[in-house]
């Protein structure tokens, strides 16, 4: 029997008559965090269990499989490919040798041993191996074998729609920002009920203490309109949405605010102030924007870059845009990201200049001219997010499947990722400018107001993070 077929679109059996001792089956399957959230779902089994080997298994490999699925996906090879459908299990027993992590890539494997003409029973030994050849289950299984030949197409599977964040992400960063202190942020012409609003609701989450930079008339009235009370808040008033952009970048620049929040003006206008010379607020690094994207069809937060600031980012931009969005990784956590560079395809092509940026900043990475992330590309969107597509073309890469960051050739295209996921991937979001003195909290008149705190929550951690790593 051909074990490494993996066309199951249609399913056949194996007669008592037409098994072998020594005849085998195999699939291959990658664990996902998505796998063991679904098992607990399934099972009640509310926790994952504490790895065999804590030294060996840390931060988010520390999470494992519940041994019993691998007794699952045993039990798929028995039920699908040998013997097959008709299959009668009878007895499973298994010895759980090692752990099963999220994102290995493991082979499940039966094998006849022995048969019982009498009974058309058939022993078989059974086996879970993991990438690196470790082997995590064995044992064997008692079955009946089918007497009649079935062949039928494979049935459709429902989707399943797991919530990776539990629909909490929110409330998980806040709680993860609850020891920082708050800081003090200019609100840049707050002079709409959404923006001002927005900027109290961090306030009162104890995120930010706003200072309300613009023409004080128009906030009052924006206020009322809101039913929000200004006691107790400064206000810096400024006669016009310019104005107000260059005072808080001096505010700023004075050090007597650690973020800057966009309110009711174009971003343009900030944008301006902020990389003007005058400002003081410039860096070595291009300034650039970040979203923080968190979707239940990814098990875990990711970067989009750049989708509001660079238009169209030569190789030098790209490689500043990176760092960036490296250095904002490491603040929400993510050790050694791993960084997509996207393109439309995934190979090399000197017509195709993002392919070549991609190439370029690689290598750039290789030669540690960009530090603390894992590189790749060009990869297209599919190959950065799904290991699956990956392997089917076989692309072998620590990024492919499981990328943290995803770098875009310019804006347009980003802004249309980022909002696709958005509106479409039912993602949380937060948006963020890094590469000035101070992080920006950059939103959109569209975004809700948990998007406008987790953006705030975003910047008080980088805000902290530059009192002792200043940009």
């Known amino acids: ?28 399957r990658t664990l996902t965090a998505d796998d063991v959230a679904l098992f607990a779902v399934l099972s009640g089994d509310a926790g994952p269990q504490p790895p065999v080997d804590a030294a060996a298994a840390t931060g988010a490999s520390a999470v494992i499989a519940h041994g019993m699925w691998g007794g699952a996906m045993i039990a798929a090879v028995l ?60 044992g064997e299984a008692e079955a009946i ?27 998980r960063l806040l709680a993860h920002v609850a020891p920082l202190d708050a800081i003090r942020v200019a609100v840049v012409h707050p002079c709409d009920a959404l923006s001002l609003a927005g900027a109290l609701d961090a306030r009162d989450a104890g995120l930010i203490v706003p200072v309300l930079v613009g023409p004080r008339t128009r906030i009052e009235a924006a206020a009322a309109e809101a039913g929000v009370d200004l006691a107790g808040l400064e206000i810096e008033d400024a006669p016009h949405s310019h104005a107000a952009a260059t005072r808080a970048a001096e505010l700023a620049r004075e050090g007597k605010v650690e973020a800057l929040m966009k309110g009711s003006l174009h971003t343009d206008e900030l944008m301006g102030a902020v990389v003007s010379p005058a400002s003081g607020l410039r860096t070595k690094r291009r300034v650039s924007h970040c979203f923080v994207l968190q979707t239940p069809h990814y098990p875990r937060p990711f970067i989009v870059t750049d989708a ?22 490491h603040v929400i956590g993510v050790q050694t990201p791993k960084v997509a560079i996207l393109a439309a395809v995934e190979t090399v092509t000197p017509s195709m200049p993002a392919t070549l940026d991609a190439a370029a900043l690689c290598k750039m990475a290789d030669r540690g001219q960009i530090e603390g992330g894992v590189l790749d590309g060009p990869l297209a969107f599919d190959n950065a997010v799904s290991i699956a597509a990956a392997r089917t073309k076989g692309i072998v890469s ?23 996921v958005m509106f479409m991937g039912d993602a949380a979001s937060a948006g963020i400018v890094l590469g000035a003195k101070v992080p920006v909290v950059l939103t959109s008149r569209a975004d809700s107001s948990q998007s406008r705190m987790a953006s705030c929550a975003i910047a008080l951690m980088l805000a902290h993070r530059y009192r002792t790593a200043p940009p």
């Not at 499940?108 to 086996?127: E, F, H, M, S």
């Not at 600031?309 to 990784?329: E, F, G, M, S, T």
């Not at 620590?398 to 696709?420: F, T």
């Open 308 to 329: 509001a600031i660079n238009l169209a980012p030569d190789l030098a931009q790209k490689a500043d845009i990176v760092r960036n969005a490296i250095d904002l990784a």
């Open 145 to 171: 074998a089918p007497d009649q030949r079935i062949e039928r197409p494979r049935a459709t599977l429902p989707g399943i729609r797991l919530d990776a964040a539990g629909n909490d992400g929110l409330a």
């Open 79 to 138: 039920g699908t490919r040998l013997p097959g459908p008709g299959t009668i299990y009878l007895r499973q027993a298994l010895r759980f040798l090692a752990p099963l992590k999220p994102g290995e890539r493991l082979a499940i494997q039966v094998t006849v041993a022995a048969l019982d003409p009498a009974t058309r029973g058939v022993t078989l030994a059974c086996a879970c191996t993991r990438q690196d050849g470790t082997v995590a289950i064995e």
């Open 1 to 28: 029997m051909n074990g490494h077929d993996d066309d199951l679109r249609i399913l056949r059996n194996r007669t008592f008559d037409e098994l072998a001792v020594g005849d085998t089956a195999r699939i291959e």
């Open 398 to 420: 620590e990024v492919a499947g499981q990328a943290d960051i995803l770098v875009v050739p310019d804006l347009e295209s980003g802004n249309m990722l980022a909002k696709q």
